[in-house]
């Protein structure tokens, strides 16, 4: 669904990604994992078409009608209420406008409906977020960060509401620091690391090769071992 070969990216004299190579299975949730400036934003924004890399290609099996995106900067339009932020996509996209309100039930913002945007909490901007990026039922959904600066709880919710997402036939590419939200959700994963894909696979799987003194460690401290960086 997701193919990604060879992909090189600079910013000036700074090399941001470095001979990328993955590929993305379809209905299945695939995770990249690494700390703020690995490349996983940049990564995204080469997939959806948002940035040209220097070297390699990517392809998503999908037109730009049938991707969904949920990115850091949400882009919400604060004056408006949930459902007239919805309304706007769903013409957009050309489908009734009764899926603006079917997308606010599925993320739990059915009563919300009428509230301005600026007075929502963080939980419910991303929430809202989600509803917009699932409003016209994708093929393939591109998550950065889905729970970022979420309580416990609220995120919780999100991982639920991902889980059905998949089961209702979407092929999920999330971004995450996350290393326990990444074994929740994820079929597969790929840890980045200074713009380099340095170990992937299945989280059991790649924690089974790492398990040094009969000790099978979690994601993140395979992650430390590999870079020296603590994601906890």
Not at 9 to 18: D, H, P, T, Y
Not at 112 to 139: D, W, Y
């Amino acid at each position: 669904m997701i193919n990604v070969c060879n992909i090189y990216k600079n910013f000036g004299e700074q090399a941001v990604l470095s001979g990328v190579d993955f590929e993305v299975k379809e209905q299945e949730i695939f995770g990249l994992l690494g700390p703020s400036g690995s490349g996983k934003t940049t990564l995204i924004n080469i997939l959806t078409n948002q940035l040209d890399p220097d070297e390699g290609f990517a392809h998503v099996d999908a037109g730009s009608f049938e991707t969904g995106l949920m990115l850091d900067e949400d882009g919400l339009y604060p004056r408006l209420s949930c459902l007239e932020n919805l309304d706007i996509f769903s013409r957009i996209y050309g489908i009734p406008l009764s899926k603006s309100k079917e997308a606010l039930k599925n993320v739990g913002l059915e009563a919300a409906a009428p509230k301005a945007v600026s007075s929502l909490s963080k939980g419910m901007r991303q929430r809202l977020a989600l509803a917009r990026a699932i409003l016209h039922a994708p093929k393939v959904l591109f998550l950065d960060e889905p729970t970022s600066a979420l309580d416990p709880g609220t995120a919780e919710g999100m991982h639920e509401l991902i889980k059905g997402l998949k089961e209702k036939g979407a092929t999920i590419f999330l971004t995450t620091h996350n290393m326990d939200e990444a074994v929740k959700l994820c079929d597969r994963v790929a840890l980045l690391h200074k713009g380099q894909i340095v170990e992937h696979g299945a989280p059991q799987e790649i924690c089974s090769r790492h398990n040094s003194m009969r000790t099978v460690p979690d994601l993140g401290s395979v992650f430390m071992k590999m870079t020296g960086v603590d994601l906890n």
